[in-house]
């Protein structure tokens, strides 16, 4: 049975700071892992999806990579903002339609 | 695009009452979902369709839910007779079947039953 953990649970930095989100899944069959940003309130939105056969994707200042073969994911945010406070979700999809959520990580950046 | 249409944003309502939620996928995706989201369980996914039949209904926690698609750019979601410990966010999210399974999630319905 897939597992998505997160780690840590909540996260609280000062601005300015380079920082490192942990996912890790506990089967390596996985068609795609996608990152999300959920603001209090809000709904999901995401941040980056990457494919089975790719090692990372890039968008702005975020940067995800997979390691399939040791079930894990990084999401990693250069030069952080207030504005990036919120709770980040890693999601794998094994197929079949279902993805499979873990708890999320509350980042909180101090001004 | 508009992305994934919900309403209402927030329900309030007493016990015993029925309610129904809606939601509006991306246009062309023909798979939708339905999630709710406590503190306590996090993210736990209750239907979902496939061009607009329901595949998998075992997240549904009781008889008392219900769901229905009767066409590509429409699903509802209804709860008879609601419970206050069916206070939650009820999200629902689509994608593209077939491709990628990138979900586009909806801003939510925040339902309080008193």
């Known amino acids: 049975k897939q597992e998505v953990t997160q780690i840590p649970a909540a996260l609280s930095v000062p601005e300015g700071e380079n920082l490192v989100l942990n996912c890790s899944f506990t089967d390596s069959a996985i068609y795609n892992l996608q990152w999300f940003r959920q603001d209090p309130g809000k709904g999901l939105t995401s941040l980056l999806l990457?494919?089975?056969?790719?090692r990372e994707q890039t968008s702005g200042r975020l940067n995800a990579s997979l390691d399939k073969s040791s079930g894990r994911s990084t999401l990693y945010i250069a030069a952080s903002q207030p504005g990036d406070s919120a709770t980040y979700l890693c999601a794998v999809y094994p197929g079949g339609f279902k993805t499979i959520f873990g708890a999320g990580t509350r980042l909180f950046v101090k001004a | 695009d508009a992305g994934v249409i919900q309403s209402p944003r927030h329900e309030v309502t007493e016990m015993g009452q029925e309610v129904t939620l809606r939601c509006k996928p991306i246009?062309?995706?023909?798979?939708l979902f339905w999630y709710r989201q406590t503190m306590m369980r996090g993210l736990e996914l209750l239907i979902y369709?496939?061009?607009?039949?329901?595949?998998?209904d075992s997240g549904m926690p009781e008889d008392r839910f219900s769901a229905k698609m009767p066409n590509a750019s429409f699903s509802t979601l209804k709860i008879q007779p609601s419970e206050p410990r069916d206070s939650a966010v009820y999200f629902c999210a689509s994608s593209s079947a077939g491709s990628t399974g990138e979900l586009f999630f909806g801003e939510g319905s925040r339902l309080t039953v008193l």
């Open positions: 990457i494919q089975s056969s790719q």
């Open positions: 369709f496939n061009n607009n039949v329901p595949i998998d």
């Open positions: 246009s062309g995706h023909n798979s």
